[in-house]
């Protein structure tokens, strides 16, 4: 089906790999909002990662209160913890070369150098 996300479409963006890895990296419980002020984006665009995300099996929210609280699956983990290999893979050789990670990646709008929790 057309309207049914494809993985490769969801992570060729940066905001769902980000959110991937925002969710990895916390030590905290980690909700929507947190999600849209970490990555920088609207709410409503962090929720529709989240929808995707799960329905692709990558996360689970569970409600608490007003909040739905967000964990990774183990597939999740396994995409977060290659990502922050690769993230971490590209700055290395950023550095090695002598480029600033800022603003090799902020043609694009970027903030995957940025990811600091």
């Known amino acids: 089906m057309k309207d049914e996300p494809k993985m490769k479409e969801i992570f060729l963006n940066e905001k769902p790999v980000m959110t991937l890895v925002t969710i990895r990296k ?11 002020r970490k990555i920088d984006t609207t709410y409503a665009h962090a929720v529709k990662i989240i929808s995707q995300m799960e329905d692709e099996g990558l996360l689970q929210s569970e409600k608490q209160g007003r909040k739905k609280i967000l964990t990774l699956t183990e597939k999740g983990k396994r995409y977060s913890d290659l990502f922050i ?27 995957l150098s940025d990811n600091k929790l």
């Not at 290999?85 to 950023?94: G, H, I």
């Open 26 to 36: 916390s030590r905290e419980e980690i909700y929507g909002s947190i999600i849209s």
């Open 85 to 111: 290999e690769m993230l971490e893979l590209f700055e290395e050789n950023m550095k090695e070369e002598n480029i600033d990670g800022d603003v090799l990646l902020s043609g694009a709008g970027s903030k």
